[in-house]
């Protein structure tokens, strides 16, 4: 874990750089690494492509909330890697010097079922340059394919390495099977990460694929015991469990018509480090973790209401929605007794937005 507090979270975030600065911005509030990629959705209606990738879509998802967010990734010179980086452009997302490189920019093929859910098939090479940071971030987000297949998660765990001292780090495995080998090769690469973190965010299905038979609450310690400083377990439309050393809360869902869920788990993240950046001083007391649920699962909620990888605006986000607050329930842990916490307002927009 990047700090030594009883909530694992002591560095200073204050409040991120507005969108209008994002696109001239040195030094970004926030860097992502990790792969982009072109999604080749097909249904029953067609075939269409736009650009995907989690880490890519968190960055893109962050710039949408108008925080300062640069991508150090690896697309080809290519048409396909062309859109990406146009797309990218248009939250306010810079790419960092390296991050385009000769051959071919990935793709992965996403069939959607009638429920709306996704399969994806992957063709992606991950070899990311050698680099040394010259700047660290207040945020620094990776996960995914990334973090995993050889050679560039060799690189990527280099960088944690060089920079969980000095920044906030966070991580979303998001875990894809079919580009992991075996489960046990996978589970010591994730493992030996966690420690380099701050907060990893995963699925129930990441978790199940993990730790296979534990329960969500059971995964969650098992990360905070490996370092992490808080451990985040989406479940769908059951909500999402947050948990510190010291507490765990299960934050609802948010109720919505399902398009389809293309991008909602990239979503969450990213409205979840944006919460992170937005909060006040009180670390991560019980409020807090509400906060950052109520308005990680909003993000979700509002992404999977329409097609594709489309996360909200801030505007979207902290707009009002109290009809649709139920009363979080705090998991009993060690260190806390069954209470309901209060429901505080919404995280409100960053100075300037």
């Given amino acids: 874990m990047a700090s030594g507090s009883a909530d694992g979270l002591t560095k200073d975030t204050p409040m991120p750089q507005t969108h209008a600065a994002v696109s001239h911005a040195e030094n970004p509030d926030v860097i992502v690494i990790g792969e982009a990629l072109v999604d080749v ?27 300062s967010t640069a991508l150090l990734t690896s697309i080809g010179d290519d048409e396909r890697g062309a859109a990406i ?13 390296g991050s385009r490189t000769q051959g071919r920019t990935a793709s992965a093929t996403a069939t959607l079922a009638a429920d709306g859910s996704a399969h994806y098939d992957f063709d992606i090479a991950w070899d ?30 280099g960088l944690l390495e060089q920079a969980h001292r000095e920044c906030l780090v966070t991580y979303d495995p998001n875990i894809r099977p079919a580009l992991l080998g075996s489960h046990a090769e996978a589970l010591a690469i994730f ?38 400083g808080l451990a985040v377990i989406t479940l769908g439309s059951e909500g999402s469990l947050l948990a510190t050393p010291a507490t765990q809360l299960h934050v609802p869902s948010v109720r919505t018509t399902v398009a389809d869920t ?27 973790l509400e906060t950052l649920g109520r308005t990680a699962s909003k993000a979700a909620a509002i992404t999977v209401s329409r097609p594709g990888a489309n996360p909200p605006t801030v505007e979207e986000l902290t707009a009002e929605f109290a009809a649709q607050l139920p009363v979080v329930e705090r998991v009993p842990t060690a260190a806390s007794v069954p209470t309901a916490v209060a429901s505080p307002e919404l995280l409100s927009a960053p100075p300037g937005s």
């Fill in 128 to 157: 990311l340059k050698p680099v040394t940071p010259a700047y660290l971030p207040k945020v620094l987000h990776t996960g995914s394919i990334a973090s995993f297949l050889a050679p560039g998660a060799a690189v990527v765990k």
């Fill in 41 to 67: 959705v097909t249904t029953s209606k067609g075939t269409i492509e736009h650009p995907g990738g989690s880490p890519a879509n968190v960055a893109y998802g962050l710039g949408r909330l108008e925080v």
């Fill in 85 to 97: 980086e146009r797309h990218l452009s248009t939250a306010g997302v810079a790419l960092l010097p």
């Fill in 262 to 288: 293309i991008g909602a788990g990239d979503s969450y993240m990213a409205a979840l480090i944006y919460g992170l950046l937005c909060r006040s001083t009180d670390g991560l007391a019980p409020s807090v």
């Fill in 191 to 228: 493992e030996e990460l966690v420690p380099l973190t701050d907060v990893v965010k995963l699925s129930d299905e990441d978790a199940q694929w993990l730790y296979p038979g534990q329960q969500p609450k059971e995964a969650a310690a098992r990360i905070l015991g490996l370092g992490a």
